[in-house]
């Protein structure tokens, strides 16, 4: 295994981290040594979560509002000290078919799971790249290498993350700042509440994906992709002509999984949250 007395010490951000896969890589981390600070728009999850953990800083942050945005990294700086790695994990991801989806969830969508990681990269760099080191770290999912019926928008969001992130690994080669993407399959969080993997694939355990987080900075790799069987299958259908992949996945649940065999009295808690319609 990889050695990584390394994280001991580093300043870590996380959006989106009261919560799955954000609070398990701050958990992973913190136990390696490294100094956390978690935001999230959920302001009474975010105490909770960062009182419990004895984070170095927790509070609310809407990373699609850049005010907001800046001030919280402002903070962390002037509380914790220069940050070392920014990890954009904050995402949501409704389900449902695309002619269903109202407009303002389209933008929502595409707000927080896209212009929030822009932005919280170009918050990022802007510290990092005068210092010659740090390591950015975006969270998108293996939805951003294929299409899943159901998902028609956070596919489009993942898809662009993923350019996004591959773009920038380029544009700032040599800069001293790492820049990396994250490709978790459908995980067990509140996210994935209610779905079922389809056949041939089991869902990632949030701690899976930290532990990948904790490797990728250790070694400043570019991309993981979880669960590696996961990864393998999609880059394989990647490889495939498109109506043979297309109908490799059918017999696998894959036009289903997120339609119509969601379990949607299981997945309404997670739909209104993120869909605004909590009451």
């Not at 919560?19 to 992973?28: D, E, M, Q, V, Y």
């Not at 290498?145 to 898809?159: D, F």
């Not at 920038?168 to 779905?195: F, H, Q, W």
């Amino acid at each position: 295994m990889t050695k990584v007395s390394n994280i001991s010490g580093k300043v870590v951000v996380i959006t989106g981290g009261a919560r799955g896969i954000g609070l398990s890589t701050a958990k992973a981390l913190q136990r390696l040594g490294a100094k956390i600070a978690i935001g999230d728009i959920d302001e009474t999850a975010v105490k909770e979560s960062g009182t419990a953990a004895d984070f170095e800083h927790y509070g609310p942050l809407d990373v699609t509002d850049q005010r907001s945005f800046d001030a919280f990294l402002d903070e962390v700086e002037r509380q914790v000290g220069p940050i070392d790695v920014l990890i954009n994990n904050a995402g949501i991801m409704p389900t449902g078919r695309v002619i269903d989806e109202p407009d303002a969830l389209t933008r929502r969508i595409l707000d927080i799971n896209l212009y929030g990681v822009i932005l919280g990269s170009k918050l990022a760099l802007a510290r990092m790249l005068p210092r010659h080191r740090g390591h950015l770290i975006n969270i998108a999912s293996l939805a951003g290498e294929t299409h899943v019926p159901g998902l028609a928008t956070y596919n489009a969001s993942k898809h662009a993350v993923l350019g996004f992130t591959d773009t920038l690994r380029e544009e700032y080669r040599g800069s001293g700042v790492a820049i990396s993407s994250v490709l978790p399959t459908l995980t067990n969080t509140d996210l994935g509440s209610g779905v079922h993997a389809p056949k041939m694939l089991r869902a990632a355990e949030p701690e899976e994906v930290a532990a990948a987080i904790v490797q990728m900075i250790a070694t400043r790799r570019s991309k993981v992709r979880v669960t590696k069987v996961a990864g393998v299958i999609s880059q394989i259908v990647g490889l495939l002509p498109q109506a043979l992949g297309d109908a490799i996945g059918r017999p696998l649940g894959s036009q289903r999984a997120f339609l119509g065999d969601v379990d949607a009295a299981a997945r309404k808690k997670y739909e209104d949250r993120v869909r605004g319609t909590e009451e």
